[in-house]
């Protein structure tokens, strides 16, 4: 599809000096991005231009990321389209091309966050709730926006597109909350597996229950929850190739082929499964770049031309980068005291990262092993333990450590902030989709293993003696 330039024209004369930004997400991994950044001139005008091939469900914000601003609102942008925006006594106005559609979608913003009030304050009682309540739950959010819905269809200069396309993301709260809850009772029927046997993804129908809404894939929430339904379901695929493969004969890439083009109903968005398929499986943790290339080389194979190839590149790339032997990335933390340090500052030495939190079973359950193997190597100064607690209580973190004055080693945190969608979190840079994980660096900087063994292991092994000899 060609590019074209789209322009958009702010005026906000109470704006005068301030930032402007427009900023969307990378569509397969659902990480935040930029796309433009500006300031208003002196004049409280401020111009920009977008460069497109595709429609584009980004937010503009005036006023930097970390304030509200005085405006924060979705646009929907076609390729070439020039649009106008005048903010003025609270509120915005819209002209220009798809005018009367970005101004719906101004009035859908308010619909979704009265809507997410609602959410906050009824998901958690989900589980207790009874069949019948659960679906009065999910009716009550979808009586959201009704009255809008009903504007949009009597609005005679909308055509039959675009009042689809608006009631669709109107209703975007109550269908991911359902897409929510499927997820869950997945994970119900998943731990109730009869003897522990994977079943044949064919047989059960593995994607039966999936159904995507095409004009909703511009939404970020949306795709989020489409993928994380989907990973469940690949991740059952994976397992029972795993466990037949000999018999299957094909590529795991070919055979998540043919359990897509057994659903009818998901076979037009197939191109759009597979990318997911591979964002997701780059998310496993210890996944190797070899495993990566080859699924990225099937689907370009097949989709030479895909829009979802660029991202592909970068998560390929990414991946790259934590090969055996490459360096280390680094990252800052926080000590007891609330110090900022770095884990640079322990180069020159192996480090065993041990990533953490108080509230996690099975990591408090390796600290017994940690304990042993600190005091094996007590003696060995150029093997340092850093462990890296991703909390978000810190007094929590603080006092657990207070009554465990035997963990020995090096403690740091991250605060909540540095999230796995922070890119400069440990959970971000090293791939880190489940803890406890265990990270070794050379003493070089380079990282000898981003998935490396737990304690328990290594305390029944030589491997370390045999780096610490090297």
Same mark, same amino acid.
């Given at each position: 599809m060609e590019e074209k330039r789209s322009?958009?024209?702010?005026? *906000?004369?109470? *704006?005068?000096?301030?930032?402007?930004?427009?900023?969307?997400?990378?569509?397969?991994?659902?990480?935040?991005?930029?796309?433009?950044?500006?300031?208003?001139?002196?004049?409280?005008?401020?111009?920009?231009?977008?460069?497109?091939?595709?429609?584009?469900?980004?937010?503009?914000?005036?006023?930097?990321?970390?304030?509200?601003?005085?405006?924060?609102?979705p646009l929907y942008i076609e390729p070439g389209m020039n649009l106008d925006l005048v903010y003025h006594n609270g509120d915005l106005t819209f002209k220009g091309d798809l005018g009367l559609v970005n101004s719906y979608y101004y009035k859908l913003l308010k619909v979704s966050l009265e809507s997410g009030d609602y959410i906050d304050l009824n998901s958690r009682?989900?589980?207790?709730?009874?069949?019948?309540?659960?679906?009065?739950?999910?009716?009550?959010?979808?009586?959201?926006?009704?009255?809008?819905?009903?504007?949009?269809?009597?609005?005679q200069s909308l055509s039959d597109y675009y009042k689809q396309l608006l009631i669709s993301h109107n209703s975007i709260s109550e269908i991911t909350q359902r897409l929510r809850v499927d997820s869950d009772k997945y994970l119900v029927k998943r731990r109730l597996k009869v003897n522990d046997v994977t079943p044949d993804p064919i047989s059960s129908d593995v994607f039966s229950e999936v159904i995507i809404d095409p004009n909703l894939l511009q939404s970020s929430y949306y795709v989020f929850w489409v993928r994380h339904n989907l990973g469940l379901k690949i991740d059952d695929i994976w397992e029972y190739y795993d466990e037949n493969k000999d018999k299957i004969k094909t590529s795991r890439y070919e055979y998540i082929k043919y359990v897509i083009k057994r659903n009818p109903n998901l076979v037009r968005f197939q191109e759009l499964i597979l990318a997911l398929s591979i964002t997701h499986i780059s998310h496993w943790d210890g996944v190797r770049y070899d495993d990566l290339l080859e699924l990225t080389a099937s689907f370009e194979?097949?989709?030479?031309?895909?829009?979802?190839?660029?991202?592909?590149?970068?998560?390929?790339?990414?991946?790259?980068?934590?090969?055996?032997?490459?360096p280390m990335k680094d990252f800052a933390m926080h000590d007891v005291s609330g110090k900022e340090f770095r884990l640079s500052s322990l180069k020159g030495n192996i480090i065993y990262i041990d990533v953490w939190a108080t509230w996690c079973g099975p990591c408090r359950e390796e600290l017994k092993y940690s304990i042993k193997l600190s005091k094996k190597y007590a003696n060995r100064t150029d093997l340092k333990f850093l462990y890296v607690s991703v909390d978000k209580n810190r007094e929590l973190w603080r006092n657990f450590l207070t009554k465990n004055l035997s963990l020995k080693g090096t403690h740091g945190i991250q605060s909540p902030g540095n999230m796995p969608f922070d890119s400069s979190s440990i959970m971000s840079l090293y791939k880190i989709d489940g803890i406890p994980r265990y990270i070794l660096i050379g003493k070089d900087g380079n990282i000898v293993d981003y998935d490396a063994a737990r304690p328990s292991r290594l305390l029944t092994n030589n491997y370390l003696d045999s780096l610490l000899t090297n």
């Open positions: 322009n958009i024209t702010i005026t *906000c004369y109470e *704006c005068a000096g301030m930032d402007i930004s427009v900023s969307g997400t990378h569509f397969l991994r659902n990480l935040p991005k930029e796309i433009y950044r500006a300031s208003f001139a002196s004049s409280g005008i401020a111009h920009i231009q977008l460069t497109n091939s595709d429609t584009l469900h980004v937010f503009l914000r005036i006023g930097e990321k970390d304030n509200p601003g005085i405006v924060a609102t009682k989900y589980s207790q709730f009874s069949d019948k309540e659960k679906e009065s739950y999910l009716a009550g959010i979808r009586l959201f926006g009704e009255e809008l819905n009903q504007m949009i269809k009597e609005d194979d097949d989709y030479p031309h895909s829009k979802y190839l660029p991202e592909l590149h970068e998560i390929l790339a990414d991946h790259d980068t934590l090969r055996n032997g490459m």
